[in-house]
């Protein structure tokens, strides 16, 4: 078995991020972990929004997850396989216009008012984001020497916090109206009067996404522009009889398959304590608003984004898979304090969890992807798909929340914990595969 290099690899010299050669499109790449993070993180502002608007349960407004999620997962293994023939640089200029259509679609409906067709722009926009996920991490991943692959993505990754942080900011000030009415008052309406509440709010959600879609268009054309190098995992996986192996052999890697598994159960748990921190806050604290329990909200990306650049940082000393079963133990913890105590310090247990949540998904992404060579966008494609458990976990929080109460509902990512906890202590470790060898784009050039 062999482990990722940890603090003293290299002679205990510290192992360049990048290089000079890889700098312009490693910064090019990493703005779109900046771009899509608002796809992903504004779902939490529409979830307490249009259950609102549309009079939904917690289960009904829990579709939006599954929507989105469930798009990430039907697109994955096709952009998988897309990217193996027309390379990154094209399917990422396939994700940017997907995105920006489904960004587009919110306007027809919100001017139509019917739940669906929010969820059908919502997949859409989910299908683009999958093929920029399959492209985006593994070509950070080759863009520099692969001893600092993990730091190397979790850095990217850290812009992607960037944008989780600002898109509450964003939703709780273009989005979310602070109007809010008592079941009572609700029913006391009349329907010319509950059909002009609901059509306004409705309406909330159009500004923010024209504008989202117009910067997908815009970095599009920036990516076209620019010259990012075409770098070909070309290491083949070498059989007994010295033949190469068939691409279906990607699940004969033990270590991706738990990775699979691993990010299954984090995304499902990021998606779902994100998606219910607003109801959350509500449930612990009576009489707040959604407007002013999104604060929470922000707090709880603010140290997801705190959390990937000191995370980034801390790897620098301690070796990614020791970081990411400490993150993972300390999530386990804040778990059971949110589904144990009560009043307000539960609520900064969930807040606390997005410090613990920012370094697993591209570590675990960096860990499972190592020794596959030619094999990479495959395993990419599997790992993406696994983002479905954000399709998953939140509906399974909805109907428990429904049936209980939205605090037993965290019962469910305290589970997803243990797993990557395993997966950080044991399961990542890959077989080293004879043969297999890094493609290289030439002389290397000078790090920095």
Not at 126 to 143: D, K, M
């Amino acid at each position: 078995m062999t482990n990722s290099p940890g603090p003293a690899a290299n002679g205990g010299r510290s192992v360049p991020i990048t290089e000079r050669r890889f700098l312009a499109p490693f910064l090019l790449i990493t703005s779109l972990f900046f771009l899509w993070a608002f796809g992903v993180n504004l779902n939490d502002i529409l979830i307490p929004h249009l259950k609102k608007a549309f009079g939904l349960t917690d289960f009904q407004s829990s579709f939006i997850q599954v929507a989105f999620f469930g798009g990430y997962f039907l697109a994955a293994f096709p952009a998988g396989r897309v990217m193996e023939k027309i390379g990154y640089k094209k399917g990422i200029l396939a994700g940017l216009f997907l995105c920006a259509a489904g960004a587009v679609l919110f306007l027809p409906a919100s001017s139509s008012r019917v739940y669906g067709f929010f969820l059908f722009a919502l997949f859409v926009m989910a299908c683009g984001q999958s093929f920029l996920e399959v492209a985006a991490n593994p070509y950070v991943t080759i863009l520099g020497p692969a001893a600092s692959a993990e730091r190397r993505l979790n850095f990217a990754q850290s812009f992607n916090a960037v944008g989780a942080v600002l898109s509450p900011i964003l939703g709780r000030t273009f989005i979310l109206t602070g109007v809010e009415y008592a079941p009572a008052q609700i029913a006391a309406m009349s329907a010319a009067q509950l059909g002009a509440y609901r059509a306004a709010e409705a309406s909330t959600v159009k500004g923010p996404y024209l504008m989202i879609a117009a910067i997908f268009v815009v970095v599009a054309v920036l990516i076209q522009l620019a010259h990012l190098p075409d770098l070909q995992e070309t290491a083949v996986e070498v059989g007994a009889a010295g033949t190469e192996k068939s691409a279906e052999s990607v699940l004969s890697h033990a270590h991706l398959v738990k990775g699979v598994v691993a990010q299954f159960f984090y995304v499902g748990a990021q998606v779902g304590v994100a998606s219910f921190v607003i109801r959350y806050a509500q449930f612990s604290v009576p009489g707040i608003t959604a407007k002013v329990a999104a604060l929470y909200l922000l707090l709880h990306q603010m140290g997801f984004m705190a959390g990937r650049f000191i995370g980034s940082a801390l790897m620098k000393k301690i070796a990614a898979p020791r970081l990411l079963s400490l993150f993972a133990g300390a999530s386990l913890v804040c778990a059971a304090v949110a589904l144990l105590a009560t009043g307000i310090i539960p609520v900064w247990a969930v807040v606390v969890i997005g410090f613990f949540h920012s370094i697993m998904f591209p570590t675990i992404f960096a860990l499972s992807i190592k020794n596959l060579g030619a094999l990479t966008k495959r395993g990419s494609s599997l790992l993406v798909m696994a983002i479905v458990g954000g399709a998953f976990f939140p509906a399974l929080m909805g109907r428990i929340s429904d049936a209980a109460s939205i605090q037993r509902a965290f019962l469910v990512p305290l589970l997803c914990y243990v797993f990557i906890l395993y997966f950080g202590l044991s399961g990542y470790k890959p077989t080293a595969i004879p043969g297999l060898e890094r493609a290289s784009l030439g002389n290397e050039g000078a790090p920095l």
